[in-house]
């Protein structure tokens, strides 16, 4: 009886070992062909989307393809499925209720990554901050600052804020924003500023130069010059033009008024009497020095 016992012991665990074996070996076969299926797609999918996406697709992929070896393996196992998706769904409600910020975020990454309104590379402004995309995760873009920062903006919030991307299209407008005094005339300033744009290699002839009249201002005749670039030649053009525009200014005798300021006492009062340095006074003959 006890030999009977015994052999059938040893049957057990042989059929046990072999049991583990057979979950190893599809472990191991499982992650062989998903790192093979894994790769064999992101090829395919390379051709229509960007480098970073196409890096989210394969993590993506492998680990649904290792999931579902898993579930193979354990099912090999003897386990009881049916009660681990029971209890996996329960955990995944109790982590729902526990991070609702982050499916949050993880919901708004999908819709940025189906909008594809900027990708890795792009120059993007949210709020106040403006840089270049590093990464687009599930949770979060990576941003670096002009000034070298590393920024994390949840998806959440780019889904919510207004962003910008400054790197969509191929070309970009600089609008000038100029003040010239009011005795100048319009037509000849007009004239000057579409000679310095025509001059400039970096503007655009396509789409041409624009002048817009924006009206009286304080001290001087506001206009605006609105030139085009290619989106890498952007910030050279609108250096180089301002400095154009006042050599160009300076040639002509075109004046860029400061602000004018005129001081009304009433008519009761005496006029402000005026001193020259070292002089008298225009009103009254008094020597400066003993009027300070």
Known sequence: MDAVSDALIQLATVEKIITIIRAILILTVGYVLSRFATHSLTKLLSKHFDQHEVLLFRRGIFYTFIILFVIAALNELGFNLGVILGAAGVFSVAIGFASQTSASNLISGLFLLGERSFAVGDIIKVGDTTGEVLSIDLLSVKIRTFDNLYVRIPNETLIKTQTTTLTKFPIR???????????ESIGKVREVLFSVADKNVLCLDEPKPLFIFLGYGDSSLNIQLSVWAKRENFLELRNSIY????IAFDNDDIEIPFPHRTIYTGSITEPFPVYLANSTAVSGKTDINNNI
């Open 173 to 183: 407008r600089i609008d000038l924003q100029i003040g010239i005094a009011y005795k």
């Open 243 to 246: 400095e154009e525009i006042k």
